[in-house]
């Protein structure tokens, strides 16, 4: 591979869905540990955003920029960003209480 294809890729943008897969498998993965430590739901809850900034920040980005690219203001495209992380998070700490009450986990990635 040249040097130019390989800058080219490198600054790539990443889609939505591979941004969201990959913040969904880290968020799976902090369940699982938080499952097998046995954490009640506020242990939880307490540190389910902080688990995955990194990924949490690709996504939040990936939305942003096809929201920009829509024609959605600034202002509009975060708060679109913003309210499908929540959202996101949100349908994870549901999860969380099923998984504890039903001794379950979630499936393989």
């Known amino acids: 591979m040249t040097i130019w294809l390989t800058l080219l890729l490198a600054a790539a943008p990443v889609s939505v869905d591979a941004a969201r897969n990959d913040y969904g498998k880290c968020l799976r993965d902090f369940t699982r540990v938080s499952l097998k430590a046995d954490k009640v739901e ?3 809850n307490a540190g389910l955003r ?3 900034t990194e990924k949490e920040a690709v996504y939040r980005d990936a939305i942003i920029r096809v ?3 829509d024609g959605f203001t600034q202002k509009e495209a975060d708060e679109d960003a913003e309210e499908q992380i929540v959202d996101y998070l949100d349908n994870f700490k549901e999860k969380y209480v099923d998984y504890r009450e039903t001794n379950t986990g979630p499936g393989p990635d």
Do not use: S
């Open 67 to 69: 929201d920009r690219q």
């Open 42 to 44: 506020v242990e939880f």
């Open 50 to 52: 902080d688990a995955c």
